[in-house]
């Protein structure tokens, strides 16, 4: 597939089995996806969210028939992903999704951003270098333990200690 192909032969050929036009439309689709991420996830989320999304749409592109149709569909995915990441993080139960969409649409993006900036401030400091490690440089349980020469027990009681004081900050 050559460089100057639109996106629209893109879709074409990645609907007809070209593993080089979807990859291709991946690489286009990712600084979109990664700039709504940043406006609609926590910050430690956009990364995940994004990735999430383009694993669907690369397993699900055979869906999507127009482009135009698909610039949305990876939004939404994109939007659900960042939603169910909250959810994670504030540890609100999956079948309270009105609460958390409530709690999420009281909020503009950068009000999300600015709480959650202030949430880990907040934190102790032993409790935001596990957090930083986890969701920031993306290490293990066992990474962390040995970069803190700590047992895996305890980085595990430190991390959910510290998002129980996130989620605590966060919905006071």
Known sequence: MGSTSTPDALLLAAHAGDRDAMVHLLQLQQPYLRRYAQKRCLISDVDDAVQEALLVMSRHLSAVRKLASFSGWM?????????????????NDPYEEALVDQWMAAHTPDSLRLDMASALESLPPRYLEVVMLRDFEALTIREMAERLSLDPAAVKSRLHRARVMIREYLLA
Not at 78 to 84: A, G, I, K
Request: hydrophobic share 40%.
């Open 75 to 91: 939004f939404r995915i994109v939007q659900r992903e960042c939603r169910r990441l909250a959810r994670t993080v504030l540890r």
